[in-house]
């Protein structure tokens, strides 16, 4: 590893900056702390041995844990809002940028860049994204993203029951949230990243250890835990690619949105 990876940093960072209720939703980061802790994880792993320029495209929270284990460079890109003043106070730097509509602020920028349950939210094909990340990379760098996977359990279950699974595809208003609009299996995400350009990529079905928010459906969830032991039936897609030589072409998107993600939804 090119970053020294020792669980017990990562859980005491995480409680004292992140599990906290300034820094929103203490609830939320308690349970997915395991997913978070992958993708540092991960991180850790592939980032270059100088401090590396890191960018995390929405919350900001695994930029704030990269800038406080490693002293990172580490910026958030969001939506304009007063929780980019607040980010700011945590030692990162802030961009506001809608990723849907406007080309990157930043070209070549970074070694690294965060884009973790955020693609889901979007209404517009994922390559089309991925193409705008893919430019604010330097040549070899890496891209860490994580996004639902579309046959979890929970989602063949919804389906045999008739639940819906997803929110309405719109456009949302100003004051409206997106939950999630699309959501991904890994044949679908691998076709994103080749039609976006990227040449190199990898993605994994991955198990994230959380349990429901809803307590009526905790027993059932706690009764099918085992059938993740099947890799297409498991909770998340964990996708790792390499910033391309040359960017693939801009292809034109015209979509606008108010927020990256409404947090709290499974």
Not at 48 to 61: E, H, K, M, Q
Not at 76 to 100: E, F, R
Not at 189 to 197: D, I, M, R, T
Request: net charge neutral.
């Amino acid at each position: 590893m090119t970053r020294p990876w020792k669980p017990s940093d990562f859980d005491n960072v995480y409680e004292r900056w992140i599990c906290q209720e300034e820094f929103g939703q203490r609830d939320y980061y308690l349970r997915y702390r395991s997913r978070y802790k992958e993708c540092i994880k991960r991180f850790a792993a592939l980032a270059p041995s100088r401090p590396a320029d890191v960018l995390d495209i929405g919350g900001g929270s695994l930029a704030v844990i990269a800038a406080k284990l490693w002293n990172e460079h580490a910026v958030v890109a969001d939506l304009p809002g007063p929780h980019l003043d607040h980010l700011s106070s945590y030692g990162v730097g802030t961009i506001a940028w809608n990723i849907c509509t406007a080309e990157p602020p930043l070209e070549a920028k970074f070694d690294c860049v965060f884009f973790s349950e955020v693609i889901e939210h979007l209404p517009m094909p994922g390559y089309l994204v991925l193409q705008r990340i893919a430019k604010t990379l330097r040549p070899g760098g890496t891209l860490i993203c994580t996004t639902p996977n579309l046959y979890r359990l929970r989602n063949v279950v919804y389906m045999a029951l008739g639940h819906r699974i997803f929110d309405h595809f719109q456009y949302p208003d100003e004051d409206i949230s997106l939950g999630h609009v699309l959501e991904y299996g890994r044949e679908h995400l691998e076709w994103q990243f080749k039609k976006a350009g990227f040449t190199q990529y990898r993605v994994e079905y991955r198990q994230f250890h959380h349990i429901p928010t809803n307590p009526l459906h905790r027993p059932f969830a706690l009764l099918g835990y085992p059938l993740h032991i099947v890799p297409r039936w498991r909770d998340y897609l964990l996708a790792t690619a390499y910033a391309p030589t040359r960017p693939a072409p801009e292809e034109c998107a015209s979509s606008h949105v108010t927020s990256y993600a409404s947090r709290g939804k499974a």
